[in-house]
C-alpha cells in the first residue's frame, strides 16, 4: 500500500460525511425535510437445514452511513441535530463461549463514524426521543418488525435507497483509497497466475492462487466470483465452471477482484497459455487493447459515457476490418449493428462498494442492440470511478445466427472467421477514477503484450 493511501486509511470511514451527502440530496427532492434516517445492517442468518450461519455480507446501505461491517445492527441519523446513532447487539454470554467477546459500545465509538453507539435493544425508546417528527425515511423490506415508526408523522420507504445509490457515484478519498488498495492486492492474484498458468493442468489451480494472494494481502474477500476461463471458455462472459483442464488451449481470460474493506477491484486480463501470443490471437488481443487505450482517453468530467461506447464498437469494426473477419463498408456494418455479435455487452460500470455499483440508469429495455446491456448511461461525474471493459468474443451461440440473418451475413467472411474460435475471447479491463480534467488509471495489472508474455515466461 502506497504511503498516502496508508495515512488516509488511518482515519475513519467517513459516514458523517456520507451522512450529510444524503440529507442535502433528500432536501433536494424534498426541501423541508425533517426527522430521521433509519437504517438496519444484514441479519445473521443459519443455512438451511444447518447450524452454520450462512456467509455475511454487510448491507451496502448501512455500510456507507455508518461503516460499520457488524450484523444484525441499527442505525438512526436525526436531521435536526445532525446526529448519527449506532446501535450494536449486545453482550449475548452464550455467545461469547464459542465466539468469544463481540465489539463493544465504547470500542465501537472509536471505531466508526458515529456520534453515539447504543445496543439494540435501545431502538425503539430512541426512534421516539428524535427531535421532530415529522418524517422517518427508511428502505422497503429492510425494517424489522419489533421496529415502530407511530411516533412520525410520514413514513418515506423510497427516497433514502435512491439518495445513497445516487450519492455513491461519486467517490471521496478515502473511498478512492479503498478502491486503489484493493486494485494493488488484486493486482499482485493477477500477477501470480500469469507466472503459474504456463505450468497449471486444470482452471482451479489458478484461481486458487489469485484468491490466496488476495488473502495473503489483505481482500479477505472476493469481490465477485472469479472468471478463470480457458481457450473457448472465454467466449462466455460470466464463465463459472473454472475447473476444465487446460491442455491444448490457446488463451486464459482471467477477470478477478479482491474486496477490501467493503470496496471492490474488478480486472480482467487475458493472456496465452503457452507464454506466446498466436497470430489470431496477438490481432484480437490488439483491436481489444486500443479500444480500451482510446477510450480511456476520451474520459474526463462530463463525457457521455454512451458516446464512448460507441467508440468502442467503431474501433472493434475497425480491427475485425483489417483483420478480414468483417467485410464491406464499416458505417453500414455499425449502421446494422453487426458489431455487437463479437462485442455484445456494455464497456463497463460503476465500481464501489457492489461490482456493479448503483447510479447508472441502464436501460435493458432498450430497442438499440448496442446500448441495451450498457450499464451506465449519460455524463460522467468527476470522483466516479468507472470499469473500461472492452472485449471481443468468438461465441457459435451468439454469432451463428448472425451467420444465418441475410443483412448480418454479408459483413460476415465466415472463411476468416473460422480461424479464430479457438481464440475464444478476448477481455481488457482497468478501473478508472473520473477527474475534472481527466482521469486516473486505478489498476497497475501488466497488459501490454510484451509485459504479459515476459511475466509468463520468466517463470
Known amino acids: 500500500m502506497a504511503v498516502a493511501e496508508s495515512v488516509i486509511l488511518e482515519m475513519k470511514y467517513p459516514a458523517k460525511a456520507h451522512a450529510k451527502r444524503v440529507v442535502d440530496y433528500i432536501k433536494r427532492k424534498n426541501p423541508g425535510a425533517a426527522g ?56 449475548d454470554p452464550e455467545s461469547v463461549i464459542w465466539s468469544g467477546l463481540p465489539v463493544s459500545t465504547e470500542e465501537a465509538l472509536t471505531l466508526y463514524d458515529v456520534d453515539s453507539v447504543k445496543t439494540t435493544d435501545e431502538i425503539n425508546a430512541a426512534l421516539v426521543s428524535t427531535q421532530r417528527k415529522d418524517t422517518v425515511w427508511a428502505i422497503a423490506d429492510q425494517v424489522s418488525d419489533h421496529v415502530t415508526f407511530l411516533e412520525f408523522e410520514n413514513k418515506d420507504f423510497g427516497l433514502l435507497k435512491e439518495a445513497i445509490e445516487e450519492c455513491r457515484v461519486v467517490k471521496d478519498e ?18 501470480a497466475v500469469m507466472k503459474a498458468v504456463k505450468h497449471a493442468k486444470n482452471e482451479r489451480e489458478l484461481e486458487a492462487i489469485f484468491i490466496e494472494r488476495c488473502i495473503a494481502n489483505g481482500c479477505r474477500e472476493q469481490a465477485y466470483h472469479s472468471i478463470v476461463a480457458s481457450g473457448t471458455a472465454a467466449a462466455t462472459l460470466h464463465y463459472v465452471k473454472n475447473n476444465e ?60 459515457w454512451d458516446d464512448v461506447h460507441l467508440t468502442a464498437h467503431k474501433i472493434a469494426i475497425e480491427g475485425l476490418l483489417s483483420l ?80 444465418k440473418d441475410p443483412v448480418h451475413s454479408t459483413f460476415i467472411n465466415v472463411d476468416v472467421l473460422n480461424k479464430y474460435w479457438d481464440v475464444g475471447g478476448v477481455r481488457i479491463e482497468d478501473n478508472i477514477l473520473i477527474t475534472k480534467h481527466g482521469y486516473e488509471n486505478l489498476t497497475p495489472t501488466p497488459k501490454t503484450i510484451d509485459e504479459i508474455e515476459k511475466i509468463i515466461n520468466s517463470s
Open 174 to 191: 478515502y473511498e478512492i483509497a479503498l478502491t486503489r488498495t484493493a486494485n494493488e492486492i488484486s493486482t499482485l492474484g493477477h500477477v
Open 324 to 403: 478480414g473477419i468483417l467485410k464491406g463498408n464499416k458505417e453500414d456494418i455499425l449502421k446494422h449493428r453487426t458489431s455487437v455479435a463479437f462485442f455484445p455487452h456494455g464497456l463497463g460500470h460503476y465500481l464501489g462498494m457492489d461490482t456493479h455499483d448503483t447510479g447508472g440508469h441502464p436501460n435493458y429495455s432498450d430497442s438499440d442492440s448496442m446500448f441495451r446491456y450498457l450499464r451506465v448511461r449519460g455524463k460522467l461525474p468527476a470522483g466516479a470511478i468507472i470499469t473500461v471493459e472492452p472485449g471481443i468474443y468468438f461465441c457459435r451461440f451468439i454469432i451463428e445466427p448472425y451467420l
Open 245 to 304: 483442464l487446460m491442455d491444448g488451449k490457446l488463451n486464459l481470460l482471467l477477470d478477478a477482484g479482491g474486496e477490501y474493506n467493503i470496496y471492490c477491484a474488478d480486472i480482467t486480463r487475458t493472456f496465452p497459455i503457452s507464454g506466446k501470443f498466436t497470430a489470431e490471437s496477438r490481432g484480437i488481443y490488439e483491436t481489444v487493447l486500443q479500444m480500451q487505450t482510446v477510450c480511456t482517453n476520451m474520459l474526463k468530467e462530463g463525457i457521455v
Open 36 to 91: 430521521a434516517l433509519y437504517l438496519e445492517g444484514q441479519k445473521t442468518k443459519m443455512i438451511e437445514d444447518n447450524d452454520e450461519t450462512v456467509p455475511f455480507r454487510q448491507r451496502r446501505y448501512f455500510y456507507y452511513l455508518t461503516g460499520c461491517p457488524l450484523p444484525d445492527s441499527y442505525f438512526i441519523y436525526d436531521i435536526a441535530t445532525e446526529k448519527s446513532t449506532l446501535f450494536i447487539p449486545p453482550i
